[in-house]
């Protein structure tokens, strides 16, 4: 298993992007739902991405296209999925 990328603000997002790959997963939190997500067309050597729902509702967010709305259970499974976690402020 990868390693679960804690997103907390866009800039941490476009730190984020620079280390995250393949078989990891990205999960948008706090102000982190504001980033912007890359283009699916490179979908292949990217991430999973996810946002917190309850994070977006709360900032009035718009959805964005391949990113999977998750919430609180949701992320204790990612945490059990992936063994290594790495918080982005």
């Known amino acids: 298993?990868?390693?679960?990328?804690?997103?907390m603000s866009p800039l941490g997002l476009s730190s984020c992007l620079l280390r995250a790959g393949r078989g990891d997963a990205v999960l948008l939190m706090e102000d982190g739902v504001f980033g912007r997500v890359p283009s699916l067309i490179?979908?292949?050597l990217l991430p999973s991405f996810f946002v917190l729902e309850a994070h977006r509702q709360r900032r009035e967010s718009p959805g964005?296209?391949?990113v999977q709305s998750i919430d609180m259970v949701g992320f204790v499974r990612l945490?059990?999925?992936h063994p290594l976690v790495v918080r982005w402020s």
């Open 42 to 44: 490179e979908a292949s």
């Open 64 to 66: 964005v296209e391949g």
């Open 1 to 7: 298993m990868g390693t679960l990328h804690l997103v």
């Open 79 to 81: 945490t059990e999925l």
